[in-house]
């Protein structure tokens, strides 16, 4: 996400960074980019003129001017107005102290409602938490079919009633029932809906104020264009609005939506999908997607993922290994497949600071998936000690792994670079190691 | 076109753009009366553009043709001046020609996820029933939760028939079967529905090529039409997922989808400037009938306003 909007706003900033001195020009230079680089990112355009009056008032006192180091002061200066943009620190929902939490989405046609209310429901089961999906959508054809899937993935109770009329009667009975079972929460999946469809808004207004949600939330398309902003502003005038879930992260290069939606609402941006997948649900954090933003990696995320992800006695022993430089084949296999549990690499490489540009590189999955059945192609000897890898093995791993001999040749000399490698990663040279096995 | 056919047409285009055309002509009344020099006046109006989502690049070629041109800057004059830009990016692109001789005739659906594909399939279907032909709806989109039950229950209504397999199953083979099936039953049309996927999932666009592929092996110069289904809400992405998926699997033709919500829809002339690609249908609203062949002197005049 972001890698546009992050290219161009790197070089603006570039450029500035060198200056021993800053000229009011030299700002008034840089924010032209700025502001292009946003609006290409389908910022809403007055958002982005607030954003570089901003800038421009800080950058131009006389803090920046007179420091030692102005270039870097104004890189600080947009990074700190970009996190405010994006609101203030991590915002997950939060249960309410009386159980049922009662949990209403709503947003537009195919901003990923369905999906959000699963992914929502998949976090809270895994904090131990019980509750209910309920199909509040009568409009569209198989929505219900849809959720009572998903329902079953997760897996979480779904309350429905096929071919009844009256959604506010669906929500008020399925929260009767959620209390007769003492839920901890309920999440009520309404029809998608057109902001100027007043009919429609007055269906969900209804529901509110029939059942008191303790959370509102708005779910956007993270794709949506300069029109976020009527978007925003007319659900939560109309609804009120405490929360948002930004969809399809994944898929933008620009994300502007996540910078307009905050400013108008007021409400905070909760979750930000990254993925189809169930588990494709990440808290957002305005002050690390800020520093995505301007490609400074974001680590913070990673090691957490890192941490859910990666087996911490394994982690233990690979790194004694590492220490001891017995490292093998069969342990770069089981790094490998840690990796891959942790998500999409482009998705890993972006958090890395000074990664983002590796994009053109085109990071294949697949260069994994053949260095995983070369390597499974291998005896345990062979994997111990590549050593006694001879020309024949090398054409049986070939054949067995159904690459060629070139890649066999290539994976085991890059193996005997990364043994070496390995004696500089406690300087932390890891991201050269990665990047010699994956270009694809 | 006869006039009371363009008035009809117009009235519901113009009514479904209702919001956007206040926008843009309101926003150019406010700028033209508000005087200020050429450039500060020239830059309102660039900006007014860019929030119609008519991006950047192309909001600055728009501008420049009405500042290059000498015109004084009041209210009908720039109207009129960017209505004719517009309409001369819009008819700039050029409509493929269609063999419509073959059948089945094989059209692909494709596009992200919520753009709204299924919906689309399901008014091209009726509109192709309309017309007197026999259509056969792909269920290909084998992935998401109910996907195949939704196309179903269209089909049911608009009276066509589907050809599916379970979730889970190999999309092309899905696509396969409901052309092999379209040619020996001697059916005209054959729509097939994709799973939504992000352009930059790189082996989710390959199946898209594939499913493209298959249809080639049972049906002449399938597939025939590849329409892009685009909503009108999302903004520049547009651009990113209307050039990826013409580099996989050759996009014939777009459809603006949702068109009725947004209060911009100005992304369909970045599209036709930056790509070339034609737009076919807009979506105008939720019921069957919703879908309507696109127009540029239409659109331009139902977004700027003035007759």
């Known amino acids: ?440 | 076109m006869n006039a009371d056919l363009f008035q009809k047409k117009f009235q519901a285009l113009k009514a479904s753009l209702k919001k956007s055309r206040s926008v843009l002509s309101d926003g150019l009344a406010r700028i033209a009366r508000g005087g200020g020099d050429r450039a500060g006046t020239l830059e309102s109006i660039e900006e007014l553009l860019i929030g119609a989502d008519i991006g950047v690049r192309t909001a600055g070629a728009i501008v420049e043709k009405v500042g290059s041109s000498g015109i004084s800057l009041n209210e009908e004059s720039v109207r009129d001046t960017i209505r004719n830009e517009i309409i001369s990016i819009l008819s700039g692109t050029c409509q493929p020609g269609v063999d419509l001789l073959v059948k089945p005739h094989v059209i692909m659906v494709v596009g992200v996820n919520g753009t709204g594909k299924t919906t689309t399939i399901a008014k091209l279907a009726h509109r192709y029933k309309t017309a007197g032909n026999q259509v056969l709806l792909a269920a290909c989109d084998t992935f998401r939760a109910a996907a195949i039950e939704q196309l179903e229950i269209w089909a049911g209504r608009v009276g066509a028939d589907v050809v599916k397999h379970k979730p889970g199953a190999d999309a092309a083979s899905v696509a396969y079967d409901a052309c092999s099936a379209a040619a020996s039953r001697g059916m005209d049309t054959v729509i097939i529905d994709t799973a939504g996927r992000l352009q930059t999932k790189k082996n989710l666009m390959d199946e898209v090529a594939k499913i493209g592929r298959v249809t080639g092996k049972v049906v002449d110069g399938a597939p025939h039409e590849v329409l892009l289904v685009l909503d009108a809400t999302t903004g520049q992405n547009s651009i990113s997922q209307a050039k990826a998926f013409s580099e996989v699997c050759g996009v014939t033709g777009i459809v603006m989808a949702k068109l009725d919500g947004t209060a911009k829809g100005g992304i369909v002339v970045a599209i036709a400037k930056e790509l070339g690609i034609p737009i076919q249908f807009i979506g105008t609203g939720e019921s069957i009938d919703d879908l309507a062949a696109f127009d540029p002197e239409t659109f331009a005049t139902a977004l700027l306003g003035g007759d």
Do not use: W
């Open chain 1, 1 to 440: 996400m972001f890698t546009e909007i992050s290219e161009k706003l790197e070089s603006a900033l570039k450029r500035i960074k060198g200056h021993g001195k800053i000229s009011e020009k030299n700002v008034t230079d840089a924010l032209k980019d700025v502001r292009l680089a946003l609006l290409e990112a389908d910022v809403n355009y007055k958002v982005v003129k607030q954003f570089t009056d901003d800038v421009k008032t800080k950058a131009l006192g006389k803090e920046v001017l007179t420091s030692i180091t102005p270039g870097q002061l104004f890189v600080k200066i947009v990074y700190e107005e970009l996190r405010d943009l994006m609101g203030e620190g991590a915002k997950e929902v939060a249960l309410a102290p009386n159980p049922p939490t009662v949990i209403m989405v709503a947003g537009l046609q195919g901003s990923g409602k369905t999906t959000a209310c699963a992914k929502l429901a998949r976090r809270f089961s895994q904090k131990g938490k019980k509750g209910m999906l309920i199909a509040a959508d009568i409009y569209r054809p198989a929505a219900v079919d849809q959720l009572e899937t998903l329902g079953k993935a997760v897996p979480v109770e779904v309350y429905y009633e096929r071919d009844e009329d009256d959604a506010v009667g669906i929500v008020e009975r399925g929260l009767k029932a959620a209390k007769s079972k003492a839920l901890d929460y309920v999440i009520a999946d309404t029809a998608g809906r057109l902001h100027v469809d007043e009919k429609m808004m007055e269906e969900l207004t209804d529901i509110r104020e029939r059942v008191h949600p303790h959370e509102t939330i708005l779910v956007a398309d993270g794709m949506t264009g300069q029109d976020a902003v009527t978007i925003a502003k007319e659900f939560s005038s109309t609804l009120g609005i405490d929360g948002v879930i930004l969809t399809k992260m994944d898929g933008d290069e620009r994300g502007g939506a996540a910078l307009s939606i905050r400013a108008v609402s007021g409400a905070p941006i909760r979750y930000i999908g990254v993925g189809e997948k169930l588990d494709a649900l990440e808290v957002f954090h305005p002050e690390r997607m800020a520093s995505r933003i301007l490609g400074m990696g974001d680590v913070l995320t990673l090691v957490e993922r890192a941490q859910e992800t990666i087996d911490i006695k394994e982690a233990a022993k690979l790194e004694k290994k590492i220490l001891k430089e017995s490292f093998s084949l069969e342990d770069f296999l089981g790094q490998i497949k840690q990796i891959k549990k942790m998500g999409p690499l482009e998705d890993i490489m972006g958090m890395m600071p000074g990664f983002s540009k590796l994009k053109g590189i085109d990071l294949d999955e697949s260069a994994m998936i053949r260095v995983e059945a070369i390597i499974r192609s291998m005896t345990s000897d062979e994997r111990l000690a590549p050593e006694i890898i001879d020309g024949s093995r090398r054409k049986r791993i070939a054949a067995g792994s159904g690459t060629r001999v070139q890649d066999v040749n290539r994976l085991i000399k890059d193996f005997q670079q990364v043994r070496k490698l390995f004696k500089h990663v406690k300087k932390g040279n890891l991201g050269g190691m990665l990047g010699s096995f994956l270009r694809g």
